[in-house]
């Protein structure tokens, strides 16, 4: 008889953060570093990360990724009917401890005689994992870049997705919202910059700048270490604005509104709920 796993909304955020914002940075991985990247060369595959929810359409949830002549496309949020390597989880509890680091139930796989494909993935997933389940900042500053990434294109990604879904704490923040852009940006570094944008309750997110007018607040940190001392909640944000350490070009209260979304988003994407609800 199969285990009864009761699925909570707060599963339903996580797993939507997961399959939407977070396994998308896979790719991000790959084409960031030539170490993990050229191992795909001149290969072609569709490689899927799926857990099974009899809610679902499909009685699943899945993203997938498509790699032809290793150039990575993603297809978040999408069943693969046929791909050459999967992971498959059999419930979303045990998919978010796995990717929360909370524990290690490990997927089914799919597609085992591909031991070439099979290997260079799972370097890839234990890099994007061992950085983005650190409790402390990484030393080398290549490291830091590399995180601070991460967390830049995770979270703005997931403050969109959560509002999609409805989180009250979010459509707070949006239903009423006039057209408005908020960008995060670590100065000197142009590839790490990200913004979500909202307007009515509807938002959308992005990597890059913000180029369709000037954001309507940018936080802006000096580097990669600063940065990360306030994405790790290593340092209170309101002492680094007031040491420089962090500048706020616009309203300087809405800083704070944004800072509240983004731990919104972390809190899920770390498991925090997890050890609250036990």
């Known amino acids: 008889m199969a285990e009864e796993v009761k699925i909570t909304q707060s599963d339903l955020y996580a797993a939507g953060i997961f399959f939407y914002s977070a396994i998308p940075l896979l790719k991000v991985i790959c084409e960031s570093e030539p170490k993990y990247g050229d191992r795909f060369k001149g290969k072609s595959f569709v490689f899927q990360i799926s857990a099974l929810y009899p809610e679902a359409e499909g009685g699943k949830m899945a993203s997938h990724f498509v790699v032809e002549d290793g150039k990575w496309t993603t297809a978040v949020g999408k069943i693969h009917e046929n791909p050459d390597l999967e992971f498959v989880f059999p419930n979303l509890k045990k998919f978010i401890i796995f990717f929360t680091g909370k524990g290690m139930p490990l997927p089914k796989i799919r597609g085992l005689s591909k031991i070439g494909l099979l290997v260079p993935i799972l370097m890839a997933l234990l890099r994007m994992a061992g950085?983005?389940?650190?409790?402390?900042k990484p030393e080398k500053l290549?490291?830091?870049?590399?995180l601070c990434?991460?967390?830049?294109?995770?979270?703005?990604s997931g403050i969109s997705r959560l509002n999609k879904l409805g989180h009250p704490d979010v459509k707070t923040v949006t239903d009423p919202s006039p057209d408005r852009a908020y960008a995060l940006v670590i100065e000197g570094y142009p590839e790490l910059q990200s913004w979500?944008?909202?307007?009515?309750?509807?938002?959308?997110?992005?990597?890059?700048?913000?180029?369709r007018c000037k954001p309507f607040l940018s936080m802006k940190f000096?580097?990669?270490?600063?940065?990360?001392?306030?994405l790790?909640?290593?340092a209170d944000m309101v002492d680094y604005i007031g040491n420089g350490n962090l500048f706020v070009d616009g309203a300087?209260?809405?800083?704070?509104?944004?800072?509240?979304l983004m731990f919104k988003v972390a809190y899920y994407a770390q498991g925090t709920y997890l050890d609250i609800e036990k």
């Open 131 to 136: 950085l983005m389940q650190k409790t402390d």
């Open 222 to 230: 000096k580097d990669p270490s600063l940065a990360l001392d306030i």
């Open 142 to 146: 290549a490291d830091q870049i590399m």
């Open 149 to 156: 990434k991460l967390y830049l294109y995770l979270l703005p």
């Open 196 to 211: 979500v944008r909202m307007k009515a309750g509807k938002t959308m997110s992005g990597r890059g700048e913000y180029k």
């Open 252 to 260: 300087p209260e809405f800083g704070g509104i944004v800072g509240t």
């Open 232 to 234: 790790m909640s290593k």
